[in-house]
Protein backbone atom coordinates (compact mmCIF):
# COMPACT_ATOMS: atom_id res chain seq x y z
CA UNK A 1 0.00 0.00 0.00
CA UNK A 2 0.86 3.32 -0.56
CA UNK A 3 0.91 5.04 2.92
CA UNK A 4 -3.04 6.40 2.22
CA UNK A 5 -6.03 4.69 3.89
CA UNK A 6 -9.41 5.03 3.60
CA UNK A 7 -12.39 3.79 5.45
CA UNK A 8 -15.04 2.18 4.50
CA UNK A 9 -14.09 0.83 1.70
CA UNK A 10 -17.70 0.31 0.66
CA UNK A 11 -20.49 1.82 1.93
CA UNK A 12 -24.48 2.03 0.75
CA UNK A 13 -26.23 4.44 1.65
CA UNK A 14 -29.85 5.71 0.79
CA UNK A 15 -30.23 9.65 -0.71
CA UNK A 16 -31.51 10.60 3.00
CA UNK A 17 -28.64 9.26 4.83
CA UNK A 18 -25.57 10.97 6.43
CA UNK A 19 -22.49 9.61 6.31
CA UNK A 20 -18.65 10.36 6.31
CA UNK A 21 -15.47 9.37 4.87
CA UNK A 22 -12.19 9.08 6.26
CA UNK A 23 -8.97 9.09 4.87
CA UNK A 24 -5.35 8.98 6.66
CA UNK A 25 -2.19 9.62 5.26
CA UNK A 26 0.74 8.13 6.94
CA UNK A 27 3.82 9.99 5.18
CA UNK A 28 4.04 13.51 6.23
CA UNK A 29 2.62 14.94 3.35
CA UNK A 30 1.15 18.74 3.57
CA UNK A 31 -1.29 18.78 0.98
CA UNK A 32 -4.31 16.21 0.45
CA UNK A 33 -6.75 15.89 -2.15
CA UNK A 34 -10.41 14.31 -2.68
CA UNK A 35 -11.42 13.20 -6.05
CA UNK A 36 -14.53 11.76 -7.90
CA UNK A 37 -13.86 8.48 -10.45
CA UNK A 38 -16.66 7.58 -12.40
CA UNK A 39 -17.01 5.09 -14.61
CA UNK A 40 -15.50 5.93 -18.21
CA UNK A 41 -14.69 9.87 -16.80
CA UNK A 42 -11.66 11.16 -16.04
CA UNK A 43 -11.21 11.91 -12.35
CA UNK A 44 -12.79 14.53 -11.35
CA UNK A 45 -10.13 16.81 -8.55
CA UNK A 46 -13.10 18.00 -5.94
CA UNK A 47 -11.11 19.73 -2.81
CA UNK A 48 -7.18 20.70 -2.23
CA UNK A 49 -6.11 21.07 1.23
CA UNK A 50 -2.46 22.70 2.20
CA UNK A 51 -1.83 22.49 5.41
CA UNK A 52 -5.65 22.18 6.73
CA UNK A 53 -6.22 24.80 4.59
CA UNK A 54 -9.01 24.04 1.64
CA UNK A 55 -7.25 26.27 -1.26
CA UNK A 56 -9.35 24.45 -4.13
CA UNK A 57 -13.18 23.67 -4.33
CA UNK A 58 -14.29 23.07 -8.17
CA UNK A 59 -17.70 23.46 -8.14
CA UNK A 60 -18.46 20.70 -5.87
CA UNK A 61 -22.27 20.57 -4.32
CA UNK A 62 -22.87 21.49 -1.28
CA UNK A 63 -24.13 17.97 -0.27
CA UNK A 64 -20.29 17.09 0.01
CA UNK A 65 -18.64 18.79 2.66
CA UNK A 66 -15.06 17.98 3.70
CA UNK A 67 -12.88 18.44 6.80
CA UNK A 68 -9.33 18.53 7.36
CA UNK A 69 -8.84 18.46 11.47
CA UNK A 70 -4.97 18.07 10.59
CA UNK A 71 -2.21 17.33 7.84
CA UNK A 72 -2.83 13.44 8.68
CA UNK A 73 -6.72 13.40 7.92
CA UNK A 74 -9.30 13.99 5.50
CA UNK A 75 -13.01 13.79 5.90
CA UNK A 76 -15.96 13.82 3.65
CA UNK A 77 -18.93 14.34 5.17
CA UNK A 78 -22.14 13.17 2.89
CA UNK A 79 -25.99 14.10 2.84
CA UNK A 80 -29.17 14.04 0.70
CA UNK A 81 -26.98 12.46 -1.87
CA UNK A 82 -28.39 11.38 -5.29
CA UNK A 83 -27.65 8.35 -7.30
CA UNK A 84 -25.40 10.08 -10.01
CA UNK A 85 -23.40 10.38 -6.65
CA UNK A 86 -22.38 6.95 -6.69
CA UNK A 87 -18.61 6.58 -7.69
CA UNK A 88 -15.61 5.42 -6.11
CA UNK A 89 -13.96 8.21 -4.26
CA UNK A 90 -10.20 8.60 -4.00
CA UNK A 91 -8.17 10.29 -1.69
CA UNK A 92 -4.21 11.70 -2.14
CA UNK A 93 -1.78 13.56 -0.51
CA UNK A 94 1.50 14.93 -1.92
CA UNK A 95 4.33 16.38 0.03
CA UNK A 96 3.21 20.45 -0.95
CA UNK A 97 1.60 21.96 -3.72
CA UNK A 98 4.77 23.84 -4.99
CA UNK A 99 7.54 21.33 -4.82
CA UNK A 100 8.80 19.41 -7.42
CA UNK A 101 8.21 16.64 -5.38
CA UNK A 102 4.61 16.75 -6.43
CA UNK A 103 3.23 12.88 -7.00
CA UNK A 104 0.48 12.23 -5.32
CA UNK A 105 -0.13 8.91 -3.77
CA UNK A 106 -3.76 7.38 -3.52
CA UNK A 107 -5.43 5.89 -1.34
CA UNK A 108 -7.48 2.44 -2.08
CA UNK A 109 -11.00 4.76 -2.83
CA UNK A 110 -13.77 4.57 -1.20
CA UNK A 111 -17.02 2.60 -3.57
CA UNK A 112 -19.51 4.35 -2.94
CA UNK A 113 -23.64 3.43 -3.87
CA UNK A 114 -26.81 5.83 -3.17
CA UNK A 115 -29.62 4.23 -3.37
CA UNK B 1 -6.98 26.04 -19.65
CA UNK B 2 -4.68 22.62 -19.96
CA UNK B 3 -5.82 19.38 -21.27
CA UNK B 4 -4.82 16.03 -21.63
CA UNK B 5 -5.73 13.40 -24.36
CA UNK B 6 -5.70 9.66 -23.96
CA UNK B 7 -6.99 9.15 -27.91
CA UNK B 8 -7.37 4.86 -27.28
CA UNK B 9 -9.74 3.95 -24.58
CA UNK B 10 -8.20 0.00 -25.04
CA UNK B 11 -4.65 -1.36 -26.24
CA UNK B 12 -4.59 -4.95 -25.87
CA UNK B 13 -0.57 -6.48 -26.50
CA UNK B 14 0.79 -9.99 -26.81
CA UNK B 15 2.95 -10.83 -23.71
CA UNK B 16 6.87 -10.31 -24.71
CA UNK B 17 5.71 -7.61 -27.10
CA UNK B 18 6.45 -4.06 -27.04
CA UNK B 19 3.86 -1.55 -25.42
CA UNK B 20 2.77 1.94 -25.91
CA UNK B 21 0.07 4.00 -24.31
CA UNK B 22 0.03 7.53 -26.35
CA UNK B 23 -1.10 10.76 -24.62
CA UNK B 24 -0.92 14.24 -25.62
CA UNK B 25 -1.21 17.12 -24.04
CA UNK B 26 -1.89 21.26 -23.90
CA UNK B 27 -1.03 23.54 -21.52
CA UNK B 28 0.82 26.88 -21.69
CA UNK B 29 4.09 27.52 -20.10
CA UNK B 30 6.32 24.07 -19.36
CA UNK B 31 4.67 20.94 -19.27
CA UNK B 32 5.01 18.27 -15.91
CA UNK B 33 3.90 15.39 -16.76
CA UNK B 34 2.96 12.86 -15.19
CA UNK B 35 1.72 8.52 -15.93
CA UNK B 36 -0.32 7.08 -13.04
CA UNK B 37 -1.48 3.49 -13.29
CA UNK B 38 -4.43 1.50 -11.64
CA UNK B 39 -5.17 -2.22 -10.73
CA UNK B 40 -8.50 -3.27 -9.91
CA UNK B 41 -10.01 -2.16 -6.61
CA UNK B 42 -6.88 -0.07 -5.94
CA UNK B 43 -5.97 3.70 -5.86
CA UNK B 44 -3.57 5.30 -8.54
CA UNK B 45 -0.23 4.94 -7.92
CA UNK B 46 2.48 6.83 -9.65
CA UNK B 47 4.85 5.75 -12.10
CA UNK B 48 6.87 8.55 -13.42
CA UNK B 49 7.38 11.82 -14.39
CA UNK B 50 8.51 14.49 -16.48
CA UNK B 51 9.35 18.01 -15.06
CA UNK B 52 12.90 19.21 -16.91
CA UNK B 53 15.79 17.35 -18.53
CA UNK B 54 16.42 14.47 -20.65
CA UNK B 55 13.39 13.71 -22.90
CA UNK B 56 13.50 10.02 -21.79
CA UNK B 57 12.35 9.36 -18.59
CA UNK B 58 12.50 5.85 -16.53
CA UNK B 59 10.13 4.82 -14.30
CA UNK B 60 8.50 2.07 -12.34
CA UNK B 61 8.15 -1.59 -13.40
CA UNK B 62 10.45 -0.87 -16.06
CA UNK B 63 8.32 1.66 -17.70
CA UNK B 64 9.09 4.63 -19.07
CA UNK B 65 7.93 7.67 -20.98
CA UNK B 66 9.19 10.00 -23.82
CA UNK B 67 8.48 13.89 -23.88
CA UNK B 68 8.54 14.79 -27.17
CA UNK B 69 8.01 18.49 -27.21
CA UNK B 70 6.87 19.59 -31.06
CA UNK B 71 4.43 17.09 -30.83
CA UNK B 72 2.83 17.36 -27.61
CA UNK B 73 3.33 14.30 -26.63
CA UNK B 74 4.00 12.10 -23.45
CA UNK B 75 3.82 8.33 -24.87
CA UNK B 76 4.70 5.66 -22.42
CA UNK B 77 6.60 2.96 -23.40
CA UNK B 78 7.77 -0.96 -22.06
CA UNK B 79 10.22 -2.90 -24.42
CA UNK B 80 8.28 -6.07 -23.26
CA UNK B 81 5.08 -6.61 -21.91
CA UNK B 82 4.00 -8.63 -19.01
CA UNK B 83 0.33 -9.87 -18.06
CA UNK B 84 0.68 -8.18 -14.50
CA UNK B 85 1.09 -4.63 -16.48
CA UNK B 86 -2.54 -5.14 -17.11
CA UNK B 87 -4.17 -2.30 -15.74
CA UNK B 88 -5.85 1.40 -16.67
CA UNK B 89 -3.43 3.71 -16.84
CA UNK B 90 -3.68 7.41 -16.54
CA UNK B 91 -1.82 10.36 -18.27
CA UNK B 92 -1.68 14.03 -16.25
CA UNK B 93 -0.85 17.42 -16.70
CA UNK B 94 -0.06 19.66 -14.14
CA UNK B 95 -1.68 23.50 -13.56
CA UNK B 96 1.32 25.33 -12.64
CA UNK B 97 -0.68 28.78 -13.06
CA UNK B 98 -3.40 27.89 -10.33
CA UNK B 99 -2.71 28.25 -7.22
CA UNK B 100 -3.48 24.75 -6.27
CA UNK B 101 -1.34 23.26 -8.65
CA UNK B 102 -3.66 20.63 -9.66
CA UNK B 103 -3.31 17.52 -12.04
CA UNK B 104 -5.88 17.23 -14.94
CA UNK B 105 -5.95 13.73 -15.69
CA UNK B 106 -6.85 11.98 -19.24
CA UNK B 107 -9.91 9.52 -19.55
CA UNK B 108 -7.31 6.61 -18.74
CA UNK B 109 -6.72 3.49 -21.57
CA UNK B 110 -7.08 0.15 -20.55
CA UNK B 111 -4.20 -2.17 -21.18
CA UNK B 112 -4.65 -5.61 -21.83
CA UNK B 113 -1.55 -7.95 -21.81
CA UNK B 114 -2.56 -11.28 -23.72
CA UNK B 115 -0.92 -14.28 -22.52
Known amino acids: ETGVTQTPRHLVMGMTNKKSLKCEQH?????MYWYKQSAKKPLELMFVYSLEERVENNSVPSRFSPECPNSSHLFLHLHTLQPEDSALYLCASSQDLNSDSYEQYFGPGTRLTVT | AQSVAQPEDQVNVAEGNPLTVKCTYSVSGNPYLFWYVQYPNRGLQFLLK??????LVKGSYGFEAEFNKSQTSFHLKKPSALVSDSALYFCAVRDMVRSARQLTFGSGTQLTVLP
Open chain 2, 50 to 55: YITGDN
Open chain 1, 27 to 31: LGHNA
